[in-house]
Nanobody, 121 residues
């Protein structure tokens, strides 16, 4: 069974940093795009950043310069480095990936369970 498991969330003071990780597990043939989304209370889920298998990145404009997405294809892991965090960054952060399970010819979109990030003094 394929799973995306996030870690690294928590409580941080304004101006602080956090690094989120998301590891894909299970019998996987290939992983294409990976990304991070977030959902704040009362708001819609929004894209934070995504990265292709080749390492090309895309960021939501408002987060450029503070957040950095990266991946380790060998470890099947995607990371989100978050710096200069603000209270408005408080949200549940979700990992997302397009991957092909072993034995399948189709790629499917998967979500992690989410990890809470709270920015507060």
């Amino acid at each position: 069974q394929v799973q995306l498991v996030e870690s690294g969330g928590g409580l941080v003071q304004p101006g602080g940093s956090l690094r989120l990780s998301c590891a894909a597990s299970g019998t996987i043939s290939s992983i294409d795009n990976m990304g991070w989304y977030r959902q704040a209370p009362g708001k819609q889920r929004e894209l934070v950043a995504r990265i292709t298998r080749g390492g090309r990145t895309y960021y939501t404009d408002s987060l450029k310069g503070r957040f950095t997405i990266s991946r380790d294809n060998a470890e099947r892991t995607v990371y989100l480095e978050m710096n200069s965090l603000k209270p408005e960054d408080t949200a549940v952060y979700y990992c997302n990936a397009d991957l092909t399970p072993m034995g399948s010819t189709f790629s499917y979109n998967y979500w992690g369970q989410g990890t809470q990030v709270t920015v507060s003094s």
